[in-house]
């Protein structure tokens, strides 16, 4: 039971910051008090992970 449950909370929490919300009321909606137990849920988000990346400058060895 406890691994569906955070499945769907880290669903849930992955959902939110694609549309754009917060990360202060993606706690709220979690039942966090810090942002820091929320960023849990977020980490695994490679979609937004992959936008973090910056581009190899021209030329660079690969």
Known sequence: MKAGTRALRHNAASR??????????????LGHASQDSTTVYLSMDAEHLRACVLPLPQGAVR
């Open 16 to 29: 939110l910051l694609r549309a754009g919300t917060p990360l202060p009321t993606i706690s709220a909606v």
